[in-house]
């Protein structure tokens, strides 16, 4: 064995031990966790900072810190439940033409990714 | 003094430190047998891996980058080839300003990053290495299979203009390339975020004083201006990190100027009204805002001591 194989597999097995982490229910519930890992997931982190997803620090767009309070969605929609899925789901129809692209996301996945961004107060 | 130190306690020290990396190792080998550890790509690294891995692709990839000389592309027709092979190999899963990605590049862990700023983080050398080689255990193919030296870095000539494309100017170009004999204007080569931030005119103390006194605190939180409110709009913390302006303007000083004057003039529906602001005013405003985070320069540094 050489020194970099050796090496490799302690950084492996270094690895595991700190990679254990629970897996979360799957089923669509209301638990906001599930947003974060939907967020996460759909890689909304590589352009906007979001408090509490992992590897969320893009700068691409706005940072979604406070979005429980924040007034407008994209300076021109009230920000409420039924809007904010609109604009997860379907960013170009309502502000054609927005760098905001239309990423492949389900009505039960806006639902928990807005659940999730509502409790960022 | 030495000849007690290569006595019996030394090697005690060392048959004990031994034992326990042989348990160490042993116990690891039987958590991985276990097949506890959830390598599902849906569900987020943990911390401590993340950082472990941005830190080893980050030395990996400059280490090997590091003699590679980055030939002349800054010429229209090797960005022509390069948003060509952009379009082809890498859209699909990294997207382009108001262009999303395609099923096949939706779900990966890690997820692909979007390329308008890849120019503040990584040196031209590095980006050609990262698209030529491909990244291990990253989902990142090698593209030079099948390709040129050449082609690659018509690539990474696209990749650099990306950081100074609005959605606009890049749809422009991906029709001005599907119909040449379209009469769209389209500005092949323009200064960049990393360029344009490099000098920013105004005062950015009587900018600071001027956000207060404008009322701009009543809507956007902004570091260093104290107030109460700041919920209408989206905070400006890191503005000079920040892409775009409205989603629409490139973040650059003079698209921040003309943004701050007239916001309904670029975007008709916006909440945001027109201040009522002077040119002079509206410059030492955006100076203020561009002290806000690191610029790009300043990034790409920060990223190298890292």
Known sequence: MTFSELAAIVLLLGLAGVGCSRSPAMEPDRNPQQGAILLSAHGCGSCHTIPGVSGASGTIGPPLAGYARRAYIAGKLPNQLDNLMRWIRDPQSIEPGTAMPNLPVNEAEARAMAVYLYTLR | MSARLTGKPVLYVIAGALGAALLGAAAMGIFIASGRYDIAAMHPHTQPVRTILKFLQRRSIA?????????????????????????????????????????????????????????????????????????????????????????????????????????????????????????????????????????????????????????????????????????????????????????????????????????????????????????A???????????????????QQKNRSR
């Open chain 2, 63 to 279: 280490f090997h980058a590091r003699n590679l000389v980055a030939p002349r592309f800054d010429q229209p027709e090797v960005i022509q080839r390069g948003l060509a092979l952009y379009r082809e190999h890498c859209v699909s899963c990294h997207g382009a300003p108001g262009e999303g990605r395609q099923r096949v590049g939706v779900g990966l862990n890690p997820n692909p990053p979007p390329l308008e700023q890849a120019i503040e983080r990584w040196s031209d050398a590095e980006i050609y290495w990262t698209t030529a080689f491909g990244l291990k255990m990253a989902g990142m193919p090698s593209f030079l299979l099948g390709r040129t030296p050449a082609e690659i870095w018509a690539i990474v000539a696209f990749v650099r203009q990306m950081n100074r494309l609005s959605p606009e100017e890049y749809r422009r170009m991906v029709s001005a390339r599907a119909n040449p004999s379209d009469t769209v204007r389209v500005q092949w080569i323009g200064k960049t975020r990393a360029e344009a931030l490099a000098r920013v005119p105004g005062d950015p103390a009587r900018g600071k004083e001027l956000l207060r006194t404008f009322g701009c605190r009543s809507c956007h939180l902004i570091p260093g201006v104290p107030g109460p409110g700041g919920n209408v709009g989206p905070p400006l913390t890191r503005w000079a990190e920040r892409q775009f302006i409205s989603g629409r303007l490139v973040n650059m000083p003079d698209a921040l100027r003309t943004w701050i004057l007239n916001p309904p003039a670029i975007d008709p529906h916006t909440a945001m009204p027109a201040l009522g602001a002077t040119v």
């Open chain 2, 281 to 299: 005013q509206a410059d030492d405003m955006v100076a203020y805002l561009y002290t806000l985070g690191a610029r790009p320069r300043e990034r």
